[in-house]
Structures are given as structure tokens and as C-alpha cells.
């Protein structure tokens, strides 16, 4: 595919992946796609993605530290839970049949939209629980989800955010702070792998991550002004693009 079309396909892409990002997690349900539909291949795709994404997430993580959004020692907890998890899962996803995993979240995905839709999740605050009890809960889910992550790992951003401000009480934005920051630590370290093993294509990767931190700082700003409002709105059509490509998955047998 000629180049110059590569880069108008990826980049207005990366920008409304970083903007979904910033607001409800799950960017890279849009991101790696438009790598992979403009031609590239799959190993280069993932780390060039990957390079884009780390850029924008940073972004969008000191955006929301300057706005108070990050409690940081709770993120400290979660950042060691969430990396204990990504290790675990990476393991497990030699031993276990991704086929059915890919089954398991069929079931996982329709629930979750069921919970966000029920009563009043995400637009009404629970009330806070003390401090002791909302670490345990939230390292509990950060390490949850980081095994996700490590084994699988689409949408890992949203459904780290609902957990933290529905198990864990979390009030939203700085539930989304935190997620951002567990983002940040890990999207940075899988970085670092993709460029000693030399998977990374620079110029598109900084290009791209150019619009994607673009997207987050848009992103960043909209969340900051909307709040919960039009958040679940968004995870929703986050669940459903990851709902279609779990059944195309399915369907083709990758």
C-alpha cells in the first residue's frame, strides 16, 4: 500500500483512539486495527501501536496527575498488582487454549453492557469506602485485570475503570487517573521490549503518536469538563466493537 495512504488511514484513526482512550479506555480496539488494515504487518503493527499509543497515554496521564485526577500512593499499589498480573497472564497464555478464552469473553462482554446499562453505574458516585479497603479492592482488580492483559488484553483500560469505580468505589476520575497510570507503566515497558527487538517503524510511530497525543489531550479535556456524562455512552461502544471483533475471531479462526 503506497504510503502516503498508510498515513491517511492511520493517523485520523490513532487521534479518535487516543480521544476514546482518554475518556473510557479501550483506544487500541481502534488503533491496531487501522495498522493492520493499512497493510502492515502483524509484529511491526502491534509495535508501532504500540509506540503511539505509550505517547499518548504519558500525555494524558501527566494531564490528569496536573489535574488532581491520581491518587498516587493507591496507583503505586495498583501499577505493582497490575505488573504481578501481566507477568502471570503472559504465562497462562502459553498453557491455556486462547480459543477459549475467546469463547469465555462472548459471555463476559454481554454482562458487562448489562451492568453498565442496570440502574445508575458510572453516572451516580458510590460512596467511599476507607482508605485500607479501597487499596485491597483496587490492587484485587488491578491484578484481575492485569492477567487479562497479559493473556489477552483489549479494552484492558475499560474494564480496569469500571471495576475501580464500581468494586472499589473509586469516584470516576480518579478511577480514570489511576487506569491511566497503570496504562502509562505497562504500555511503557512492552515498549521497551518492541525496541530492543527492533519492531518499531519510527516515522509512522511518531506521526501517529503526534495525532493519538492529540486525541488524549482532547480526550483529557472533554473528560475533564463532561465528567461521568458521557462516559458510558462510550464504554458501550467500546464493548460493542470489541463484541464484534471477539465474534470475528470466532468466525476465522485467529
Known amino acids: 500500500m503506497d504510503v502516503i495512504i498508510q498515513y491517511l488511514i492511520i493517523c485520523p484513526l490513532v487521534m479518535l483512539a487516543g480521544f476514546v482512550d482518554a475518556i473510557a479506555g479501550g483506544g487500541g480496539l481502534i488503533s491496531l486495527p487501522a495498522y493492520l488494515i493499512a497493510g502492515l504487518p502483524v509484529h511491526n503493527a502491534i509495535a508501532t501501536n504500540k509506540m503511539s499509543a505509550s505517547m499518548g497515554t504519558l500525555l494524558v496521564t501527566w494531564e490528569y496527575a496536573r489535574a488532581g485526577f491520581i491518587p498516587m500512593k493507591l496507583s503505586l499499589f495498583c501499577i505493582g498488582c497490575a505488573f504481578a498480573g501481566s507477568y502471570l497472564g503472559a504465562h497462562l497464555a502459553l498453557l491455556m487454549d486462547p480459543h477459549a478464552f475467546t469463547v469465555f469473553m462472548l459471555v463476559v462482554l454481554p454482562l458487562t453492557a448489562y451492568y453498565l446499562n442496570r440502574g445508575k453505574a458510572l453516572v451516580v458516585e458510590k460512596e467511599p469506602y476507607p482508605f485500607r479497603k479501597t487499596a ?6 488491578a491484578l484481575v485485570i492485569g492477567v487479562y492483559d497479559g493473556f ?18 473509586i469516584p470516576l476520575k480518579k478511577a480514570n487517573g489511576v487506569t491511566k497510570a497503570i496504562n502509562a507503566t505497562t504500555n511503557v515497558a512492552a515498549l521497551c521490549v518492541f525496541l530492543l527487538n527492533g519492531k518499531i517503524l519510527f516515522p509512522l510511530g511518531i506521526i501517529a503518536g503526534l495525532f493519538g497525543m ?3 489531550y482532547l480526550g483529557a479535556i472533554y473528560f475533564a469538563k463532561s465528567g461521568a456524562r458521557n462516559v458510558r455512552p462510550i464504554i458501550m461502544a467500546v464493548l460493542v466493537i470489541f463484541f464484534v471483533k471477539v465474534l470475528y475471531e470466532l468466525w476465522s479462526g485467529t
Do not use: D
Not at 136 to 141: D, E, K, P, T
Open 136 to 141: 485491597i479492592l483496587s490492587m484485587a482488580a
Open 152 to 169: 489477552y488484553g483489549p479494552g484492558t483500560g475499560t474494564f480496569l475503570l469500571l471495576l475501580l469505580s464500581g468494586l472499589a468505589h
Open 214 to 216: 492529540a486525541g488524549n
